[in-house]
């Protein structure tokens, strides 16, 4: 499998002070930066944009930008955030009229694309995707916001990716999204993800290095 990554969350970073909070996740280990996008519309909550995105490029953050789009429509705004330095744009398929279209058109803007499941999303719109794709993000809470619990249903639903990544033969990371902690890791590592998003276990946590480490170590145990 791949080598795991962490991608902390900074949905619950101090958002007064944003820049130094990345800093500081990239010097406790961080892998990349999971950057969550809400638009008050496909999901109930309102965060951060293309600007913010291109204002951390700029500071000089260096970690791939993995931008996670919770907006719809979400075509018009794909070119933006790669302008603004992203390196995955990952989406929800009932979020666009065109799938296959919006996977495209991140594909052309220089990015990899990514497709989101929600906790009741069907794995069905990999049928005609998967091919394209260069990440699967399984959601284990319902999209919105940060600090939510673990929905279990998304292990099983990792383990059925796993084996259609193995099957399709392509390197596609396998992303899991909300609710991770210290002591689900280790679970979720054995279902078969290879990249794990955590907001409020690690930017909650008193010592960013700490966790992540101890994050790892749950990972290698398998
Ligand atoms: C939820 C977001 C997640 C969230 C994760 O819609 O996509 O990335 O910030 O936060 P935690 O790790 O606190 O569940
Ligand atoms: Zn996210």
Known sequence: MATPWIAPSILS???????????AVIRAGADLVHFDVMDNHYVPNLTIGP?????????GIKAPIDAHLMVRPVDRIVP????????????HPEATEHIDRTIELIREHGCRPGLAFNPATPLDY???TLEKLDLVLIMSVNPGFGGQRFI???????????????A????????????????NI?????????????????FGSPDYAATIRAMREHIARG
């Open 51 to 59: 600007l913010v995105c291109e204002a951390l490029h700029r500071h």
């Open 13 to 23: 970073a101090d958002f007064a002070r944003l820049g130094e909070e990345v800093d």
């Open 168 to 183: 399709s033969g392509r390197d596609v990371r396998l992303e899991i999204d909300g609710g991770v902690k210290i002591d």
């Open 80 to 91: 933006d955030f790669a302008r603004a330095g992203a390196t995955y744009i990952t989406f």
């Open 152 to 166: 279990s249903s998304a292990l099983g639903k990792l383990e059925q990716v796993r084996r259609r990544i193995q």
């Open 126 to 128: 990999l049928d005609y």
């Open 186 to 202: 280790q679970a979720i590592a054995r279902a078969g993800a290879d990249t794990f998003v955590a907001g409020s276990a690690i």
